[in-house]
């Protein structure tokens, strides 16, 4: 095989069993890789009747066929599982070179199932594959377990992906770390692996990854690299980042503000945390993932006040959204303590930060008092709360234990006013776009697998030739943004995009719409396989992908109520700034009903139909379907 | 003018390991970093990235170690590397001081040759850290930069 490495390690921690096995071709051109495999394999291994905190849910670890070639930003590393903070399909994708590291040891996936007596590590070392004691490891930061980690095995070259206190902790949204600073951080996967006693993996591959067409590839991987690097946007990528995008938004009226009472912080409290204020007071280099020309991390030094002596790679935009603005939080040495604090302790920024924002949202109204938190006050922008919530949730006391629950579990403990204040889909926290004034985002948000999610779609289009557009969607409807006009065909058409990119292994940041032509892809990962992908081949695969995610959380009981978003950005328009009084109230079930009819779903029940199922080549899918009774009624259940 | 190498301004330097990967390809038309000539050292308490690379010492220790020339100066100046000669002792591995040499599969040894004069690591090092320069202009860059600095301060 060329691309993929044709290997699967699977690993029973109750038996302590270390097999391999082959990867099917077959599955591999139809579900491409990575998210695509991971997928379909959480869809065949976990049944509905699996409850979210069983041991026994599989963590499926994914490197695509793309990944450690020379395509441009290759180093994607993803994960599936079923969450235990929302109980439906989880998944997540990271950047950083943990993952070729896997392809070049051999493996496209790994499997880990079943649950250990006593807490080990994994240990890949080319094909020689050992499960080691971490028991003196356990309880430990991330940064020093990597370290400890890299000297007991006696190579600095070591990859590590590792999970740290606050799942161990019981944190429902503990991440996995890679190599330090780059994380595995939605739906909570390094949960689902503390309660296997799974310490998390070390890699060292040596091998290589072969090329079917070298030349084209190489030709094509050049082309690429170029396109991305004469965009008019990618020069800002690199100086800021996602970060970036914070002065823009604040600007423009879409920055989430104090729990998203406002989508525009004050001016002058901005100014404290602004780009300007970033690159010139804290940015010291760049940081880049493997292969990648958008650098778009950078290195961070904090050189005074309380935190000055913070080091490591930068908040980017949720991080100084989440645990910024959000909370009404200008102090940026905080922000830069909180991104070090929650990636070495190993929790999930953003649902941190949504659950703080409920949390001071609700001491706002009176619903919770300093007799619920144990003291601490919650006022809005209060540091020293923030940073004392911190450790508690890290170490699940005191209020802490509330906070760790999550947003909306959190916010159920205190009724139904409470429960309207958090801002989450499906179970998860959400992002930090603005979505009242931006439909296609609202739409992504509403209709992503995982819940709470933009990363799903990104529907966004920086740049492109009119006839790609037109190509793409039919229609250039897709570029006015505050129109609902095409939304739901371009999120259908997004999500199918990003679910083809998390499954070969590419960054959708670097392959934005406009950045490259999509279409590029359908060669670039032929030459790469050898395999004959014409562009709808590759858009179909991700139509499979996604529908397989879409049936995995419909036999879970999903439909179109839960396709939704809180009532806040239907019934409280923006109250101020440049899109004051904008609302997504009267569009979004036009968008929905548009949304469905692009996948071929059911609108009024967002069911799939048995047709459009069996089309993609799921038969068993629909036989599972129908067996449930979720298959969508009337004349569509043929 | 003199001899041109490899040098690396380290505050450019992201970490990326593109160097890394096309260098692999140039060389056996697969990506594997393992056998590249160039390895970059992460300090990632520190985020500073360092590429290592042969070094192209006027003295070297690894051809005078050499039992059978296989490591030798070329017409121009150039050190080579002569794969007939070679009989894979590995003395040359222990004799570098910075160790920019590298096992490699079979016998041979994975140590920079500049690509012939167009090296692919500087082509394809987007962040433009990696340099291919006369060795009497290494300094240029950095000496400019601390000027402009300097004169700022007078302006």
């Known amino acids: 095989m060329f691309g993929w490495k044709g290997k699967i390690l699977k690993v029973d921690l109750t038996a302590a069993a270390i097999t391999i096995e082959d990867l099917n071709p077959q599955r591999a ?74 392809k070049y040891a051999g493996f496209d996936q790994v499997i880990i199932t079943g649950r250990a007596k006593t807490p080990v590590y994994l240990w890949i070392d080319d094909n020689s594959v050992t499960l080691r004691d971490a028991s ?163 290195w961070f030094e904090v050189r005074k006040g309380r935190y000055a002596g913070q080091k490591g790679e930068k908040p980017e935009l949720v991080a100084l959204e989440a645990c910024g603005t959000l909370l009404a939080n200008y102090d940026f040495g905080s922000i830069c303590f909180l991104q070090n604090a929650t990636t070495n302790l190993g929790l999930d920024i953003m649902e941190f930060g949504n659950t703080l924002a409920w949390a001071m949202e609700v001491y706002e109204k009176g619903i919770i008092t300093t007799a619920e938190t144990g003291g601490i006050p919650l006022d809005w922008g209060n540091a020293d709360s923030i940073e004392e919530l911190l450790h508690q949730t890290v170490e699940m006391r005191g209020f802490g234990k509330i906070i760790g629950l999550g947003v909306k579990r959190a916010a159920q403990l205190f009724g139904s006013e409470s ?140 439909g179109r109520k839960e396709d939704t978003l809180p009532r806040r950005f239907f019934e409280e328009p923006v109250k101020a700034g440049p899109r004051q009084g904008e609302t997504l109230g009267p569009i979004f079930d036009r968008m929905l009903d548009d949304y469905y009819l692009a996948r071929g779903w059911d609108p009024a029940s967002g069911l799939q139909e048995s047709r459009g199922l069996k089309d993609l080549g799921l038969d068993e899918v629909a036989a599972d379907l129908k067996k449930e009774g979720r298959l969508a009624p009337g004349k569509m259940a043929t | 003018m003199g001899k041109k190498v490899l040098t690396v301004d380290l505050n450019r330097c992201t970490g990326c390991r593109s160097c890394e990967v096309w260098c692999s390809f140039r060389k056996y038309r ?87 004069g167009d090296p692919s690591c500087v082509r394809h090092c987007d962040a433009g850290a990696l340099s291919y320069t006369a060795v009497s202009e290494i300094e240029n860059r950095k000496n400019v930069l601390l000027a402009k600095k300097l004169a700022k301060q007078l302006e």
């Open chain 1, 419 to 558: 429960e309207k204040m958090a801002m989450q889909v499906k179970g998860y926290g959400m992002s930090l776009v603005e979505v009242r004034n931006a439909p296609s985002w609202g739409l992504a948000f509403a209709t992503a697998s995982r819940g709470g999610d933009h990363l799903k779609a990104l529907p966004a289009v920086v740049g492109g030739s009119e006839e790609m557009i037109l190509d793409l969607f039919g229609t250039n409807k897709v570029l006015d943004h505050l129109s609902p006009e095409g939304k739901g065909n371009a999120v259908a058409w997004f999500e199918n995009y990003c679910a083809v990119l998390d499954s070969i292994g590419l960054c959708k940041l670097g392959y934005k719409l406009g950045w490259v032509d999509p279409r590029e892809l359908a060669p670039l990962l032929t030459f790469a396989t050898g395999v004959d992908y014409g562009f709808s081949r590759l858009m179909k695969c991700g139509e499979r992908i996604y529908n397989v995610e879409k049936a995995f959380n419909v036999r879970r009981g999903l």
């Open chain 2, 30 to 116: 697969q990506c594997i970093p393992e056998n590249a000539n160039i390895r970059v050292v992460k300090m990632d308490r520190l985020g500073i990235h360092t590429p290592i690379f042969c070094l192209q010492c006027e003295e070297p220790f690894c051809r005078e170690i050499c039992p059978t020339h296989a490591l030798s100066f070329d017409s121009q100046g150039y050190l080579t590397w002569n794969k007939e000669r070679c009989v894979g002792c590995h003395a040359c591995l222990l004799a570098c001081p910075f160790g920019a040499i590298w096992a490699s599969p079979d016998k041979e040894i994975a140590r920079c040759d500049l690509c012939k």
């Open chain 1, 136 to 298: 003196r490891l356990w309880g430990k930061p991330a940064w020093d377990v990597d370290e400890q980690i890299k000297e007991e095995l006696g190579d600095y070259r070591i990859k590590t992906a590792l999970i740290g206190p606050a799942a161990q902790n019981g944190v429902l949204y503990g991440i996995v770390i890679i190599n330090k600073y780059r994380t595995l951080a939605k739906t909570g996967p390094g949960t689902t692996l503390a309660r296997k006693n799974f310490l998390g993996i070390a890699v060292r591959g040596s091998g290589g990854i072969p090329i079917a067409r070298p030349e084209e590839f190489e030709q094509k991987c050049e082309q690429l690299r170029a396109s991305m690097k004469a965009s008019p946007t990618y020069a800002d990528y690199t100086v800021m980042g996602t970060l970036g995008l914070a002065d823009q938004y604040q600007a423009t009226g879409r920055l989430p503000t104090k729990n998203r009472l406002e989508a525009q912080a004050p001016n002058e409290l901005y100014a404290r945390i602004s780009n300007e204020v970033f690159r010139k007071e804290y940015k010291v280099r760049d940081v880049a993932c493997f292969n990648c020309p958008v650098r778009c991390s950078h």
């Open chain 1, 29 to 102: 051109e139809d579900f491409l890789g990575a998210a695509g495999l991971g997928a379909k394999m959480l869809y065949e291994l976990v049944p509905p009747s699996l409850s979210a905190e069983s041991p026994d849910i599989p963590v499926i670890f994914g490197a695509g066929p793309l990944v450690g070639t020379l395509a441009p930003s290759s180093g994607r590393l993803q994960v599936t599982h079923l969450s235990p903070i929302t109980g439906i399909f989880g998944d997540s994708n990271c950047g950083g070179d943990f993952a070729p590291e896997l």
